[in-house]
Every structure is written in C-alpha cells, then in structure tokens.
C-alpha cells in the first residue's frame, strides 16, 4: 500500500488540478528504471493480447502521443469501479488507469481500472 | 453620461470603446500583469522567438525550427502561411491515432543527419490512415483565457441530442485519457501546458521533462546517431517560459468599427451565428488576477459541431471526420485565410463552407441582403 500512495496522488493531481507543473502530469512512456515506484499511465486501449496478458495503451501530451507497452500477472487485478472484470473483457477504445511498474522485462501492471466512458457514472 | 463614465472616458481615453478596458492589440499581453508577470512574458517570447537547430535538439523530424517560425504574421502569436499535414485512421466509432505507425501528424521535414541515415525528406505518411488533413496555423491569442473556462461550462453549452432542437447539436470532444479536451482543431487537447508541451515535441522534435521521448519516424525508432543531444532537450524553465508568454498573450480588443460592423454584430446574432460561436466565455479562478474570473470576447463554446462532408477530414479522439471545434475568432482580423486548412480566400467563402449542423446558419446568412451581408462581415473584420 506503501507503494501506491505516490500513484493516486499523480492520479489525482491528473484529474484535479491543472494548475500542477508538467513534469507532474507527464505520462510518457520514459524508460523507468525505479523498481519500487509506481507509473501511473492513463490512456486509450490501443490493444489487447489477451494469449499474453498485456495491452498497449495510448498515452501522451497534446499532439505527442506515445503507446506504453504494458503486461499483467495472475495476481493483477482487473476492475471496473468496484467489480472485478476479466483481462479479455478490455476492448480498444477502453479508457484505463494501470498502476506499474518496472521490471527487467518491461512494465507489469499491479493494478488495472478500466474508466468509466466520459458523460457516464462511475 | 455619468459622472462615473465620465471619469472613466477622461481618465483612460486611449482605451477601448467598448467599457472602460485597454486596447489590446494583437500580439500585446493581457491587460492588467504585474511587473513580474510582464517580465515572464517578455522571457517566454524570446523562447517563442527560439530558432532551433539539430544542436539544440531539433528533429529529427519536424514540421519548424521554432514557435515563431510559424506563429509570425503580423505579429508574434499570430499566424502562418505554413501548413502541415494530419492523418488518422476511422473506424467508426473507433478512430486510432496512428502512434504505432508515427501518430497524427505527420513531420514534413527532416534533420540532415536523418536524411543521410534513412534518405527520406519528410516522414512517412501512414499507411493505414483513412484520411489525411491539411492544418493551417491558427492565431494563439487570448488561449491563456480559453485555458480558464471551467469544464463544466463546456459541457453545459453541450446539447447532443438537441434537445432543444435547434439542430445544432455540440458535443465534447475527450483525451485519450478521458478529461474533457478543448485545444487544437478536434478539440482533443485539454490543457494549453500540454498542447504546448506536445507541440514541443510534435512540431519541433524536440524533448522536453514534459515528454522525455522522442518521435518515431513512421513507428520506427530514430537510428543510432542521427540525434545528437540527449534528452531532455529543453528544460522545464524553458518549457515554462514558453507558457507563460502563451498564457499571458491577450484577446486582441474588437476595432471599434463603422456603424455598419456595429449592425453586423447584430447581423451576426440574428442569423444564428452566435449558437456556435458564443460572443463571450468566462473564466474561472486562476493565480493569475489578469486571468481570473475575465469575461472575453471568444466567439466558440469549445465544442466539437458537425460541419458536413465537404469539410471532413481525420477523426480524432471522439472527433467524426467532419466534426470540428468552433473555431474561437478572437484574432480574426490578422487572418488572410480562413477555416481548418486555410482553404476559404474570403470571410465569405469560409461561411458558405460550413455544413451539416450550421446549414440552417449558412443558408440564413445567403438569404440575407446584400447590406446584411456586407454588414456582418465588416463586424467579422473588426474581431
């Protein structure tokens, strides 16, 4: 738990004050190389390798858009709001939170939150 | 006349006619900055003014060599007679923004080194885009002011459905992260530091600590060597620089105008013109007093409108192909040419190429006398 802390305040710093410096808002896709830190990504779901457990996720900054590479294990949990969802159940075009973080082999998704779609509630 | 407006008229004569407001001209800064906040503009122009090279970080695509390179005419934060190029890929109701083969836009030139490295003079185009867009360079004036009006003044000038059956029917557009977007041509970015960090990267290739990677070239990476500095090639003072000069560059004040530009602004509002184009936006609370709670002249609701196929191009976010935000028309008067692509010679012709929601608007404006219509457009002129 120790861990997500610094992630939901870089979350809610994204959604409620963009007053914040860009270097708190940016979400690209730099090499990490913090094991212990959580990245923070939230995008579009670009797409979905259900076979491998991982997706890519369009992040980005105005027109600078960048795809983030992102696995998951059996222990990540997959939710929508408060009910947990299968992996495959993400489709493109989904919006989503993944809390990560580096590995020797890329990101690895601890946690996934599929968003609700804009104009719908939670 | 009051005693009051008297004073006002007395005191501040050089001022605008409309209320008792300094002139701003285009290019000047909001009325009303502090010493500090002027001297922070004043450091972000020459950033604008910045013409970069491979050696400061430069490509190794690119669309200019720097803010002003484009946003020049006839004044700095003005416009262009650059163009560049967009492409997206629908498929409906999915539009996929082409990262992995480059993203949507498309950089038109190339460091020398590249060049050597892969012979290539631009990047290249998409080969799964269904659509390719031709991008004029707009004016950034009073985008400090759009950057302030609340979100949930967006959504409420919203009407999908058309409710009210006006049939005009705005919706907003989102980022890829869902917060509701309000910048660029689709509306898709949401905040000016991010539209301006973006365009860092997305117009100049060059790295910022806002986005610490470069872009491909067409998906690929960069080959070894072509790109000299390491990144970050601008520092987050640079960056911040370069907003604060946007942020503070003021809404160009409306000429005051002949009698007949007066009864155009009438013109203008009786045609419907104003639906879309709202004459006034407000902003909400900011650090900043030049900024905060300022009612401006910004002719859009931030929406996205249905414009009709003869002016469709890219999708983008949630943006249909022929969806386009409400273009703010503060500034307009430095403009040669009009809408998206620049494509309309004459304030004329811009109107007659709007469609799809704005038909009934359009045909109002072509069933007008030839007074009404030479009215409204010497209003236009004056904004």
């Known amino acids: 738990m120790k861990n997500r802390l610094p992630g939901t305040l870089l979350s809610l710093a994204l959604v409620c004050s963009p007053a914040l410096p860009l270097t708190v808002l940016a979400q690209q896709p730099a090499p990490p190389q913090d094991t212990t830190q959580l990245y923070v990504y939230t995008g579009t779901v670009h797409a979905v390798q259900s076979q491998t457990g991982s997706l890519d996720l369009i992040t980005g900054m105005g027109h600078a858009l960048r795809l983030v590479h992102i696995r998951t294990l059996p222990a990540t949990q997959t939710m929508s709001g408060v009910a947990t969802i299968r992996f495959a159940d993400l489709a493109p075009g989904d919006k989503l939170r993944a809390d990560c973080r580096m590995t020797p082999s890329g990101l690895i998704a601890d946690r996934i939150e599929k968003l609700p779609a804009p104009g719908q509630s939670p | ?383």
């Open chain 2, 1 to 383: 006349m009051t005693r009051g407006l008297r004073l006002c008229a007395l005191t501040l004569g050089g001022f605008a006619f409309a209320g008792c407001h300094p002139t701003v001209k285009p290019g000047d800064p909001l009325p009303g900055l502090t010493r500090e906040q002027r001297a922070q503009f004043d450091r972000g122009a020459k950033v604008f003014d910045t013409v970069f090279t491979p050696e400061t970080g430069l490509g190794p695509v690119f669309n200019s060599v720097g803010c002003a390179e484009c946003h020049e005419d006839p004044v700095r934060g003005g416009t262009g007679d650059e163009k560049e190029v967009h492409a997206t890929a629908f498929q409906p109701p999915l539009c996929d923004p082409l990262v992995e083969e480059g993203g949507f836009v498309v950089q038109l030139a190339v460091t020398p080194a590249l060049k050597a490295a892969l012979g290539i003079d631009s990047e290249p185009f998409p080969p799964s885009a269904t659509a390719r867009a031709v991008r004029a360079t707009p004016v950034v004036f009073g985008r400090g002011l759009l950057d302030l009006v609340p979100d949930s003044a967006i959504l409420s000038y919203a009407d999908p459905d058309d409710r009210d059956h006006d049939g005009i029917s705005g919706r907003v557009n989102h980022f890829v992260d869902g917060r509701v977007g309000r910048f660029g041509r689709k509306a898709f970015v949401p905040r000016l530091a991010e539209f301006n960090a973006g365009a860092f990267s997305a117009e100049m290739g060059i790295t910022s600590p806002a986005v610490p990677t470069e872009e491909t070239v067409g998906g690929l990476p960069i080959p070894p060597g072509v790109d000299p500095l390491p990144e970050p090639e601008i520092n987050q003072a640079a960056l911040d620089q370069t907003d604060d000069f946007v942020r503070l560059l003021g809404a160009p004040t409306r000429l005051k105008g002949t009698a007949e530009a007066k009864r155009g602004g009438k013109v203008f509002a009786s045609v419907g013109c104003d639906k879309c184009h709202r004459e006034t936006l407000r902003t909400g609370d900011s650090p900043i007093a030049a900024l905060r709670y300022k009612v401006f002249p910004a002719y859009t609701d931030l929406l996205l409108h249905d414009l009709g196929p003869e002016l469709a191009d890219i999708c983008l976010g949630e943006a249909t192909p022929s969806e386009f935000r409400t273009e703010p028309l503060m500034g307009l008067r430095v403009l040669e040419h009009f809408l998206h692509d620049g494509r309309a010679a004459s304030l004329e012709e811009a109107i007659q190429l709007h469609g799809g929601e704005a038909t009934a608007v359009r045909d109002r404006f072509l069933g007008l006398g030839d007074a009404d219509r030479a009215a409204l457009i010497a209003f236009l002129e004056t904004l």
